[in-house]
């Protein structure tokens, strides 16, 4: 019977629109939007109850300090910032340390990438073993020589195991990983002593494209020179 049903044309409800006389309201209101409506109504409500329950139980000798330390601006409470408490001399030499840091970390980087290289070249280039082999007669000699030749011809990969094959790769990997570090590293550490050198006293402008003598990804800028007294 329900596949009956479904063949006959069922007659489509549709909702009633708003009134000509009462266009001015906007559209008309259903009953999902009253419930959707009444929700946030009740929220607020709730919200603001427990406002004022919490008012109601302040405890008027109550402190911490995020009184002093806040301000209301277009009224929220905001944080003072704590960049301010610090002068120009201390913040150059938080960037002094901060470049120091880099430094150390960079110079580490590249010894272990040379380490790392040194290894993976000398297990690339490790010479074949060499046997001693003594025979009685030249027969003997011979067959000896033939049995040596046929296994120099066998390929490298077929001796090698596949745990040092993965081991291998996981090396290269690693390898490459850490000379990607250590361009960002580098990179960091130019940026940084940049702006360092940018925060010194003097006049300074930018160059422009066609004065850079050896053209740079990054910007260039030129010192005015002072008389020294």
């Not at 489509?12 to 008309?28: C, D, N, T, Y």
């Not at 590249?110 to 003594?134: A, C, G, R, T, W």
């Not at 006049?203 to 910007?219: H, N, Q």
Request: charge should be positive; glycine fraction near 2%; hydrophobic fraction near 30%.
């Amino acid at each position: 019977m329900s596949s009956l049903k479904n063949c006959f044309h069922s007659r489509a409800h549709k909702e009633r629109s708003q009134p000509q006389w009462r266009k001015k309201f906007g559209i008309l209101e259903k009953h999902k939007d009253y419930v959707e409506r009444a929700r946030a109504f009740h929220k607020k409500e709730d919200i603001i109850r427990k406002l004022k329950e919490k008012a109601s139980f302040r405890n008027p000798d109550e402190f911490y300090f995020k009184m002093i330390k806040t301000k209301m601006v277009d009224g929220v409470h905001r944080i003072e910032s704590d960049a301010k408490q610090y002068t120009q001399e201390e913040l150059a030499l938080m960037k002094t340390q901060d470049i120091g840091y880099l430094f150390q970390k960079i110079q580490s980087e590249k010894k272990k990438i040379e380490k790392l290289s040194s290894m993976l070249h000398s297990l690339d280039n490790q010479l074949p073993n060499k046997h001693v082999y003594f025979a009685e007669d030249r027969e003997e000699a011979k067959e000896i020589q033939l049995q040596s030749s046929q296994e120099k011809k066998l390929p490298i990969s077929v001796q090698v195991p596949d745990t040092i094959k993965r081991k291998t790769a996981v090396s290269y990997r690693e390898l490459e990983a850490r000379k990607k570090r250590l361009n960002d590293l580098e990179k960091l550490h130019s940026e940084m002593t940049l702006q360092k050198e940018l925060q010194k006293s003097g006049r300074k402008r930018k160059l422009r494209e066609d004065e850079i003598v050896c053209p740079t990804t990054g910007p260039v800028y030129k010192w005015r020179a002072e008389r020294k007294r």
